[in-house]
């Protein structure tokens, strides 16, 4: 990996660019990758680059879901293995919650490769090399789906999408937890719970918040669920964007 000095004031992001490069490099991201994670990063830049109460609130409901739920499965694809593969592995256990990987530029050699990555991880058992079910509505390669894990799961974790499939899984009755930095996007506005943050800060905060939630009863975790109001989230986040564009100049 490339030599970035620890003192450079955009150390943080230029060490994440260069592990989705190198990732590109061992087929693990596809190209387009680069180009997701661009906007992610725009949208990061306006938010401040942190996690903002609102977010972490968004991550705190997003736990007790996957606490709830009777088959929760975490979606992964290039990106985000590329950036928490060991967070999402740690998370998976602390629920516990199955890991499929799900990708938009499907090959039988990246499907491999991203799961092989997983194990050397540490990850017990990779879902999504069967693909033995299909997402209904759904005519590109994400439809394909394992039918023990994200076909049969009730609540999905799917960390950076690319939008209709987080809508074909509410369609299929299941609750969509989605990680997006774009508040505008589809996923963001299907999903029943969004988080408007990093996924390399919200992953690690999710698993924080899996820790301190596990020993809270169903009920007080339902009741933080049922609380939830993800429109009004998502006014929230994008009127603190323009709040803070106008307040710098
Ligand atoms: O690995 P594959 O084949 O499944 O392909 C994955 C990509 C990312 C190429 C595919 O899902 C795609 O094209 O995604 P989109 O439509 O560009 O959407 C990605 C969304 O994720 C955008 O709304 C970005 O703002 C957001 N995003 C990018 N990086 C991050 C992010 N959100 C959170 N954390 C990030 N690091």
Redesign the pocket.
């Known amino acids: 990996m490339k030599e970035i000095p620890k003192t450079h004031p955009r150390y943080a992001s230029l060490i ?1 660019r260069e592990k989705i490069s190198q990732a590109v490099k061992n087929g693990i ?2 190209e ?2 680069l ?3 661009g ?3 725009a ?2 830049y306006l938010l401040g680059e942190k996690t903002l109460p609102q977010a972490d609130m968004a991550e705190k409901v997003s736990t007790a879901a996957l606490l709830c739920a009777k088959s929760p499965v975490i979606s992964v ?3 985000v293995v590329a ?1 928490v593969a060991e967070d999402c592995i740690s998370l998976a256990d602390i629920i516990p919650a199955k890991i499929e990987v ?5 090959t039988k050699k ?1 499907i491999e490769k991203i799961s092989k990555e997983l194990s050397n991880y540490g990850a017990k058992k990779v879902y999504g090399q069967k693909a033995d079910a299909k997402i209904p509505g759904l005519e590109h390669s ?1 439809s394909l789906c394992d039918r023990e894990g994200i076909y049969s799961a009730d609540v999905v974790l799917v ?5 209709d499939r987080s809508q074909a899984l509410r369609k299929m009755g299941k609750t969509v937890i989605a ?4 508040p505008l ?1 589809r ?2 506005r299907s999903a029943n719970i969004t988080v408007i ?4 800060r ?1 992953i690690p905060n999710i698993k924080k918040w899996g820790y301190k939630l596990k020993n809270f009863n169903k009920n007080e975790l339902q009741a933080l669920i049922e609380m939830w109001d993800n429109e009004n989230n998502l006014r929230d986040m994008v009127s603190y964007i323009s709040k803070r564009l106008n307040s710098l100049f």
């Open positions: 994440t991201v596809h387009t990758g180009i997701a994670h906007r992610g990063e949208f990061d694809n290039g990106n950036l799900n990708l938009f530029h499907r990246r994400r960390p950076l999408e690319d939008g990680i997006d930095l774009n996007s996923t963001a943050d990093n996924v390399t919200a």
